[in-house]
């Protein structure tokens, strides 16, 4: 059974002009680096810096005669502060592309650095959709967890301290120039990481599996990166849940298996061309303030959500659900719709179990005190929130809360 919901609607990708995807596939990256850049900067995080993967790349790139400067102060969450000290050291030296290699704040830095150094302005003049002016420097991702899909999407997520939240910069010219997706560099990633980022990637597939479809005129187009559920994001999203529903409990079984590691890595791939242009829902909306509330993973907080809008969306997609019962072996193809969706759903939460999600809010820290804020918060992510198939509003957010924070998997709105 294939839903045809999505299929007479606008199909779209954005996507880096070189996708190179494999295990030790990195060899090539100092062949790609010399076909772009004299003097490549590379912005990584500490633990990065120290690996001895990273030192061979530097070297084997600077052997090509690339110049290469290093930034490895990026820290997690972005904070603004990164964008504006790596434009201060390096605007001025003649930079031509950057390498972004490391977690999603990494790659989101480089994304964000190239068009502040192209256009010479403050990251603040560009916190929103569709306002950075042109193209930036080229850049080129290389991702060290399998999860954000930051090494493909064109949103960089700067933590504004003195704004206290998080804010996005979405623009079509953020795209990487090239992504070069090697699951041999995530054999290192510490096992804590490796679930939340997991988690994050099997949330991004769901929630844009089950996006609202829109109709999108060429003025939407023209403002908006979103389009929801879209015929070609499906391709990647059945891919990415095929791959993560036998792969996840290999990894966390035996986080060497390089097997595992690609398929998981494959899937968060595909998760982020499907984000990239359908754009996440619910779950992101409403992770954003709890995130900033108690200090803990977005993959996590993403992933202990999940039951709950997926039991609030199943009125509206009970189709798509099913299909995702159908896709991952757990429903009987014989089975009404609705039983086939509810095995669906209860996949999902089974692969959350598996890489060790809370499925419940209290976990997280949340309180009731802080469930009127969350909502409130939540309804100005707009972006999101008109992604998400079943219309929210602040008393359905709270009573999101309130079933999460209650660990009601009895809870069936059908
Ligand atoms: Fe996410």
């Given at each position: 059974m294939t839903s045809l919901s999505a299929i007479g609607s606008l199909g779209i990708l954005r996507q880096p002009k070189t996708v190179l995807f494999g295990p030790g596939e990195r060899r090539h990256l100092p062949?790609?680096?010399?076909?772009?850049?004299?003097?490549?900067l590379v912005v990584t995080d500490a633990r990065m810096a120290d690996a001895s993967e990273f030192k061979e790349i530097v070297s084997a790139i600077e052997e090509r005669g690339v110049r290469v400067s290093v930034f490895a102060e990026a820290e997690p969450d972005l904070?603004?502060?990164n964008v504006v000290t790596v434009a201060d050291r390096f605007g001025s030296v003649g930079v031509d592309a950057i390498l972004g290699i490391g977690g999603g704040s990494c790659m989101d830095l480089a994304k964000v650095v190239a068009v502040v150094l192209a256009h010479g302005t403050d990251v603040r003049d560009y916190y929103g959709e569709f306002l950075v002016p042109g193209p930036g420097i080229p850049v080129i991702t290389v991702p060290t967890t399998a999860g954000t899909g930051?090494?493909?999407?064109?949103?960089?997520?700067v933590f504004d301290r003195e704004k206290g939240m998080k804010v996005g910069v979405a623009s079509?010219?953020?795209?990487?120039?090239?992504?070069?997706?090697?699951?041999?560099l995530t054999v290192s990633c510490p096992p804590a990481l490796t679930a939340a980022t997991a988690a994050d990637a099997l949330t991004h597939l769901v929630e844009t599996y089950t996006d609202k479809v829109k109709e999108v005129t060429p003025d939407y187009l023209d403002a908006h990166l979103y389009v929801g559920k879209n015929p070609l994001t499906d391709i990647f999203c059945r891919n990415g849940l095929t791959l993560l529903n036998t792969s996840l409990e290999r990894v966390v079984a035996d986080p060497s298996d390089i097997e595992a590691r690609s398929a998981t890595m494959l899937?968060?791939?595909n998760a982020g061309m499907a984000i990239n242009t359908a754009g996440t829902a619910?779950?992101?909306?409403?992770?954003?303030?709890?995130?900033?509330?108690?200090?803990?993973s977005h993959g996590f907080g993403v992933g202990a959500l999940l039951p709950y809008v997926m039991r609030y969306n199943l009125p509206t997609r009970v189709t798509e659900f099913a299909e995702i019962g159908l896709l991952l072996g757990a429903a009987d193809p014989s089975e009404a719709p609705l039983d086939q969706a509810r095995a669906g759903i209860?996949?999902?939460?089974?692969l959350l179990r598996t890489v060790g999600c809370p499925l419940d809010l209290r976990t997280l820290g949340l309180e009731p005190t802080d469930f009127s804020y969350v909502a409130d918060q939540a309804m100005l992510a707009t972006r999101l929130t008109a992604n998400n198939p079943r219309e929210l509003t602040k008393g359905s957010i709270v009573s999101i809360l309130e079933r999460g924070?209650?660990?009601?998997?009895?809870?069936?709105?059908?």
């Open positions: 062949h790609l680096v010399a076909g772009i850049a004299r003097h490549l904070p603004r502060e930051a090494e493909v999407t064109c949103i960089s997520v079509p010219y953020l795209e990487a120039h090239t992504a070069v997706i090697d699951p041999e899937a968060a791939y619910a779950a992101h909306a409403i992770q954003s303030p709890i995130g900033a509330l108690t200090h803990t209860l996949r999902i939460e089974s924070y209650a660990a009601d998997l009895g809870w069936w709105e059908l």
